[in-house]
């Protein structure tokens, strides 16, 4: 952990916009183009941030990874120290090889700590960067990648609360008026079976759409015991998916998948009003300990025209998510339109049946975790990128709306939950500070703020 860990939100984006201006003039312009190298600079290195930066190697020719950023240095097998092993040894991957790839990675370009992302940003020569931390720090760190004028590659979701995501719609702004190609891990809409899907539904397939349903109910997440030695802040970090301000709870860190495939085949429309329900499972007496999420939630997300969507997600050992193919999936999409249906599920067939009797089969799919690099790789290159991020920001809103209803018990509206003033980050953040935990709501005690 870097000494120097003390930040505030204002600084964050002050600092930013300065590193912005001087990368701008250390490189001369950020933007890649034309036959342009793609140079990666990726922020987040555990799971998904290695898998990223795997996948932007595996996804057109021209492609370094040259800086990496972590809180951690090493966190079991995620942070800096892990990470620059294991993308240095792909440099021995024949797929990378064969694309005349490479990892470029001397330590000085490794950075540890929370202003780890800023140090990336402003490497030289960084023109595509990959966010891919816990999801809290997701609108800090897409405005300074934009104010930086990097293209950027986003995972999901892109904030937890209103003000994060007003602060990235107001960044999407202005990534189009500096032109930059923006891609989201929402990996759906790059996986050939979904999109020939919503490609017959936007032609009519199944006629006007009147109602729809969207799961992801699964088992229990990992929990990641506090270790010896480590201070709150370390541990929130360590153990994130437990604790709302980083994570969001489960309806917006992994529920947004599904809610965004109903959100595409809507035509990117977005709930008017939602409301549901959710409670928890898992053992609960100190928030500080054991997280503040809840394990199950059930919605009901009405859209434009009376359309309604029903929600749910769970994650809890032993229920039945249902593995019959005839029936639903734990993990699935489905909608009912005027003249017909169309079903989606996680590698299931998806068939559309009605007037339009239609299948495909999950053995022709793609690897979506690729193609969505080699797609936003191509249209920055072709000078007409592809800009991601207000579908995704709304995918994670109406997520957001859905968990606000269960946790309040209120019906939320989608301007309550834009105009939210619940800034679940912390306003300071310093690696050894004192940081409670928010008790767990309670339906019909939580306020709507
Ligand atoms: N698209 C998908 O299918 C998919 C799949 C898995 C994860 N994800 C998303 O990817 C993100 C990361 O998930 P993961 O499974 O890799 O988690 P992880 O815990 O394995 O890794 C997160 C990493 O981010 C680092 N980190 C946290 N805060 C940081 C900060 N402020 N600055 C720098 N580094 C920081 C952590 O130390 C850790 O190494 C999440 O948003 C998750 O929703 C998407």
Redesign the pocket.
Known sequence: MSKNNQTSRRQFLKTSAVAATATLLATGGVHAAGGDTIKVGL???????KGAAENVLHAAKGVEVIAI????EK?ED??IEPARDFLLSLNNNARVKELGNKVDLPKDRCYVG?D??EKVIATPGVNYIIL????G?RPIHIAAAIAAGKNLFT???VGVDGPGIRRVLEAEKESRTKKLGIGA?T?RRHQTGYRETMKRIHDGAIGHIVNARCYWNGGAIWFRDRREGMTDLDYQ?HN?YHFGWLCGDHIV?QHVHNIDAVQWALGNQHPVRALGMGGRVRPYKNANVDGNIYNYFAVDFEYPHNVHVLSMCRQVNGSDGSTDPRHVSGISEALVGTKGMCATADRREYRITGNKTWTFSPEDDNAPYVQEHTDLIESIRKGEPINELQNVAESTLAAIMGRMAAYTGKAVTWQQALNSKLDTMPEKLARDMKLEAAPLAVAGKTPLI
């Open positions: 922020i987040g290195c555990g799971g998904r941030g950023g972590d809180y951690f966190d995620r942070g929370l780890a992302y891919a931390t816990s999801p720090f995972e999901k979701p891990g990996q970090i994130w860190e």
